[in-house]
Structures are given as C-alpha cells and as structure tokens.
C-alpha cells in the first residue's frame, strides 16, 4: 500500500523541519519522498537529501509553480501533499490516504480547524482563513471548513484532470476549484495543525496574499458561478449610480434655491444602466454555464 504512494513536500527555506520530516515519513514506511524546493538558501537541500528524499529544484517562482511541476513528474496511485514547515503530524497521514483507498474520494483535504495549537494560526490568519472560506462556499456552494490546509491527499485521477495555473498561494484555491469543476470528490478529514518554530519564518504575507487569494477565489468563480461574479461587479456600478442619484434629488429638492447637477445626472444614469446590464450579461452567461456544466456531466457518465 506504502509502495503506491509519494509524499510530496514544497520547500523554501525550511531546513530546521525538513530532515526531521522526511525521516518520519521514512519512519512511516514511505519510501518515494519528493521534495520539491524553491531554490532555497538555506541548508534544505542538505537536508532533505541526508534524510533520503528525492529532491527537485523547482522551475520559476512559488509554491503553486513547484505543486504544478511536481504533478506532472508524479506517476503514483495516492500522492499526499504536505508543508515542510513541521505545522503537520506525519502520524495522522492514514487520515488522508483512508478515503482515497477506500476508494470514497479524489481529493482529502485535511481540517486544521479541527485541531489547533494556541498560537498556530495568528489572529489575522484565523479570520482571513475564515473569511476566506466563507467567500469559497458562497462562491460554490460547497461547505468546507479549511480551504487552504496544506495536508491533502489525490488520487492519480485528480492528479492527473486538475488544470492548474495559480503559480503562488492561490494553488491552494485552484487544487479545491479544480476538483469541484471536474466533479472529483472530496471529502475532509480532521487534522492537527501545530505552531511554527518561532525561529522559523513564514514565506505567506497574510495581508497581500490574503487579498490574492480572495482575489484568486472571485476570478476563478467567473467560470463557475458568473452570476456571482456579474452581481458584485454590477452591484459596484448600480451602487455608486444610486448614490449620486440621491445627492442629486437632494440638491433639488431639498434645498433652497434647487440646484441641478446635469453632467453628474448623465453619469448617474449611465452607472445605473451600465450595471443593470452586467447584471442581465451575467444573467445570460449563468445559464449558458448551468447548461454547459450538465452537458459535461452527462458525457463524464457515458
Ligand atoms: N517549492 C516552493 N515551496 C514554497 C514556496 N513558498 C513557500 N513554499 C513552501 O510551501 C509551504 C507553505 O508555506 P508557508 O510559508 O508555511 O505558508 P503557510 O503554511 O500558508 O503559512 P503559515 O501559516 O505562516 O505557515 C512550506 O513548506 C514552504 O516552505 C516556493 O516559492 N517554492
Ligand atoms: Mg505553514
């Protein structure tokens, strides 16, 4: 069973963790450890190596360019993706593999909410991971606790009908999006997430990658829920029409003498009109998408 699966670990920098986390999987009776490194300029490498992993030196820049490369060099029944910064237990990783051979999933991904350390997410990474999650299932309509854990488990079918193209920590994202539009399954499995090293500094930049990744949620939507994706953008537009139009009302109606604001009337109306567009636009591209997407279903079947 070991024998069909890889581990694979994406590296920048972790040369505290990695020796030490490659030999528990070893421990584990792993035996096709891949690390896959971000040109680090520590001593990773080293030690990933000593350990007895297979290390890769990644093409380009981030996490998501690593997963991308390493995917397509991984030709095994079950890979198990896992964070070399030791946030991870390499004990629980039958939680991730069980579903997959039992044949009940594609993807597992493992729920760091279930179990936390004190001090394992920050303040702010705790509420962007929540915020975050909760624009996912709006945008989805799927219910998942952990979005972005970096413990998940594929089985090669997923491995292999994934269209990945997020390059940094919006892969993450893309890996769940992908497996809902090609209908794969997946399920979540409850994990324990445990506090970095605190001499051991995160690569993740929870404001601006926090913003990437809700941005990377909205842009990857279009393709799934643009009825969504047309609302917000139309709502922006109307919204600012409306406003204005109320100032202008105000002004002459409510004051005295009346002013008008004719050039500022004509913008108000075009924002309005404009908006009201984009949404009946999204409106359309919504059903053509419903239809499309039961099309592709019924041939998946066949
Ligand atoms: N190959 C590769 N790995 C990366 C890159 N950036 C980050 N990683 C690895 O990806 C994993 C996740 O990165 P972290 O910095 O732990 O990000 P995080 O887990 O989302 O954030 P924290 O909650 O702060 O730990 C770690 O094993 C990193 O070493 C990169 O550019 N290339
Ligand atoms: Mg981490």
């Given amino acids: 069973m070991r024998d069909n699966v890889?581990?694979?670990?994406?590296?920048?920098?972790?040369?505290?963790?990695?020796?030490?986390?490659?030999?528990?999987?070893?421990?584990?009776?792993?035996?096709?450890?891949?690390?896959?490194d971000g040109h680090s300029s520590d001593n990773t490498v080293a030690e990933a190596t000593k350990a007895g992993a297979r290390v890769v030196q990644q093409n380009g820049r981030g996490k998501g360019m690593a997963v991308q490369q390493a995917f397509n060099m991984i030709d095994k029944e079950i890979t198990v993706m896992v964070d070399g910064d030791g946030t991870y237990i390499p004990a629980e990783v039958d939680r991730l593999i069980a579903p997959i051979a039992a044949g009940a999933a594609d993807q597992v991904m493992g729920n760091r909410f279930?179990?936390?350390?004190?001090?394992?997410?920050?303040?702010?990474?705790h509420l962007g991971n929540k915020l975050l999650n909760w624009a996912f299932n709006f945008t989805y309509h799927v219910r998942y606790n952990d979005l972005l854990t970096g413990y998940r488990a594929f089985n090669k079918k997923a491995l292999k009908m994934m269209n990945l193209n997020q390059s940094g920590f919006g892969i993450e994202t893309e890996l769940t999006v992908e497996c809902i539009k090609k209908d794969l399954r997946i399920c979540e499995v409850p994990i324990t997430y445990q506090a970095r090293l605190s001499d051991a500094p995160t690569k993740l930049n929870p404001l601006g990658d926090g913003v990437k990744i809700g941005y990377t949620i909205y842009s990857l939507g279009k393709t799934y829920n643009p009825m969504m994706y047309s609302t917000i953008l139309s709502f922006l537009f109307m919204g600012t029409g409306v406003l204005m139009g109320l100032y202008i009302v105000y002004d002459r109606f409510f004051v005295s003498p009346p002013i008008d604001h004719i050039p500022l009337t004509i913008l108000a109306t075009l924002l309005i009109t404009f908006g009201f567009q984009i949404f009946v636009f999204g409106y359309l591209i919504d059903m053509i998408f419903v239809s499309q997407r039961e099309m592709l279903r019924e041939i998946r079947k066949r």
């Fill in 6 to 36: 890889c581990i694979l670990i994406p590296t920048l920098n972790e040369g505290r963790t990695i020796g030490h986390l490659v030999n528990a999987y070893r421990e584990l009776g792993f035996g096709d450890i891949m690390v896959i």
């Fill in 114 to 125: 279930a179990n936390y350390s004190k001090g394992a997410f920050t303040l702010l990474n």
